[in-house]
């Protein structure tokens, strides 16, 4: 296949991107991600670093963001600070952290892989993950997932994910592990649950069901500022944290807006995710203290609230 069709929405990738050769473009396509080293300057790093910190100090942290504990953390000696949290989410309303969603040269690529240069980009969904040395339970794994398992957001070959390493990150740390080419082979898609690990697993932290771990896998390893882009039906997650370091990286989901448009995913396999994230999104209306069963919101309401225009105008999500 050298072409990508939808509408209005063609992907070439036959042809020179503006930023990407015809050779990385087709690499992408092939294998469901590419690895673009020196993406993100240290400095940014180190901005957002910075910012990190100041909000596990609870510094101006906007109302719609998520700061997450992991599990262990939760039990652990680590009660504040920096140790204390294992992801922030939704950051598309943070000036210091936004700044990643709109970084030229990230934007320059995800245009080459999901629109042109006119194309109109959403940021949708946001994280900086602080993976936390696993203290023997193994729970700092993440398991093997698609994240096209949390968007009600279509067609998929227009959502890409940029994800940046903040440091040096390896099989030591816990690196992305990908299996190449599962975005087009079984290219659907699959079920998904909570794993049945002995130690527990984060919330939400879904993955797919049966997962066949002989399917042949790549650990990336990647130096600071290397981001990797990556389709939402790539079958991906990450592996144990076996430094004592807690080991950083920051990422988004951009869609392409002139394409994507909402979906309704009531009465499928995704059904059950979409009812947790709701509930932490009743949860939250509670907390603001309004009353949830009156403000009335489905799945779609929830990525409108996140998803914030990168460039030109805001179309269909
Ligand atoms: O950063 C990680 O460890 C994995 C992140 C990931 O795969 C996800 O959040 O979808």
Redesign the pocket.
Known sequence: MTTTTLGAGTLDWNSEGVVLSKEQKLFYEKNGYIVIRNCVPQYELERFKNRFREICEKKDVPAEMTVMRDITIAKSEFKQGEKAITKVQDFNGDPVLFDYCKYPTIIDVVKDLIGNPNSNLMSMHT?L?N?PPDNGKLTSR?PM?Q?LQYFNFRPADFIC?A?TAMERINRAN?C?VVVPGTHKDPGVLLPHEYPKWEGGVNKIYHGIQNYDPSMPRLHVEMEAGDTVFFHPLLI???GTNRTDGF?K?I?CHYANDDLCKYVDISGTAQEFTQDEILEVARKRITKLGMNPDEVKIDFADVWRGRARPINGKRCNL
């Open positions: 994280m993950i993976k993440h997932h994240d994910c994800w816990g992305l991906h997650g990450s080991r990286a990422s």
